[in-house]
């Protein structure tokens, strides 16, 4: 993504974020603030990001909205790791894969793991044994 492309999908999502501000509508507040993070964290603005993401968090802890928290957890995880600030990324991922793995968010608990197995690589830590599902792929045309 360019620049200007981020640039275009901040302001978009900032004035949605202040339409569902006016509505007071909570999923999409938590949606959007996890968006914007996202974006700040896509340029290597990390610390612009996380302010966003504990806001989006904040707005995700109503049993509504389980699976946005299981995700934004999951985002948060990644950008305290860009700023290496390893135990709060290793307790957010752990956080995310027990509730990604309750609503079988399969690619939110594959991130989660990758998130720590990356931390743990850091560190130096000793690896848990991460039972990391298989996934089996159909045969298509004789490959595989």
């Known amino acids: 993504m360019s620049l200007k492309q981020y640039d275009s999908a901040l302001?978009?999502?900032k004035n949605a974020y202040e339409i569902d501000s006016?509505?007071?509508?909570?999923?999409?507040l938590a949606a959007r603030l996890d968006l914007i993070g996202l974006v700040y964290q896509r340029?290597?603005?990390?610390?612009?990001a996380e302010p966003l993401f504990a806001k989006a968090l904040m707005f995700a802890n109503h049993p509504n909205l389980i699976t946005s928290k299981?995700?934004?957890?999951s985002n948060y995880s990644k950008n305290a790791f860009y700023q290496e600030n390893y135990?709060?990324?290793e307790e957010f991922a752990k956080a995310s894969l027990e509730l990604s793995t309750k609503l079988n968010l399969a690619n939110t608990k594959i991130g989660n793991y990758?998130?720590?197995?990356?931390?743990?690589k850091k560190t130096q830590k000793t690896q848990?044994?991460?039972?990391?599902p298989v996934v089996k792929f159909p045969k298509i045309g004789g490959f595989v």
């Open 11 to 13: 302001i978009y999502l």
């Open 22 to 28: 006016i509505k007071r509508n909570t999923s999409k």
């Open 43 to 48: 340029q290597g603005k990390n610390a612009k």
């Open 70 to 73: 299981a995700i934004i957890l």
């Open 87 to 89: 135990k709060k990324a």
């Open 114 to 120: 990758l998130v720590l197995f990356d931390i743990y």
């Open 128 to 132: 848990p044994n991460l039972q990391l």
